[in-house]
């Protein structure tokens, strides 16, 4: 049996987080993995929506559950992750339509320490709809983990 978790979290920055540095624990000794990065805007950014899916597949790629945006301009993040491991160089995790931009790597020769998540951006306007498929080079029964989230930041007066 395998478990898999996506967790979200968020913060307002303030002027004394210019610099700081975030420290991440856990309770096991499992593999954790985390990508952190920061929204600015007009406002103060908020997670409108959040959908999530996992699935146990025979597929290297997953696709995220569709979003249908609601606010007037948001940005879209997807987050894809999987367990199993592409144990010879080169390993790869790929985002795509093109409309997004991947913000995590998507090659590796790095056969220790294989890429197992993806995280990827878009901006679209309301009433617009989107998903992220994530794929890599992994073969076999492969556990997916998805997430997808629109955050309103710009308000039209």
């Known amino acids: 049996s395998v478990t898999q ?13 210019l610099g700081a540095s975030s420290v991440w624990t856990q309770s096991t000794s499992a593999r954790m993995g985390t990508e952190m990065f920061t ?14 899916n996992f699935t146990n597949t025979g597929t290297s790629s997953q ?4 979003l249908v945006v609601g606010q007037p301009v948001s940005l879209v993040v997807a987050v894809g992750s999987q367990i199993t491991a592409v144990t010879t160089a080169p390993n790869t995790f790929t985002t795509t339509p093109s409309a997004y ?3 995590t790597p998507s090659t590796s020769n790095d056969t220790t320490n294989q890429i197992r998540m993806g995280v990827a951006h878009t901006s679209l306007l309301s009433g617009e709809t989107t998903s ?3 794929t890599t ?3 076999g029964t492969n556990y997916w983990g998805t997430i997808i989230m ?8």
């Open 101 to 103: 931009t991947q913000i």
């Open 150 to 157: 629109e955050i309103a930041w710009i308000l039209y007066i």
């Open 39 to 52: 929204v600015r805007g007009p406002t103060t950014p908020s997670i409108v929506q959040s959908l999530t």
């Open 132 to 134: 992220a498929t994530f």
């Open 137 to 139: 080079n992994t073969s």
């Open 5 to 17: 978790t996506l967790h979200v979290y968020t913060k307002v920055a303030s002027a004394g987080d």
């Open 63 to 66: 696709t995220t559950v569709s």
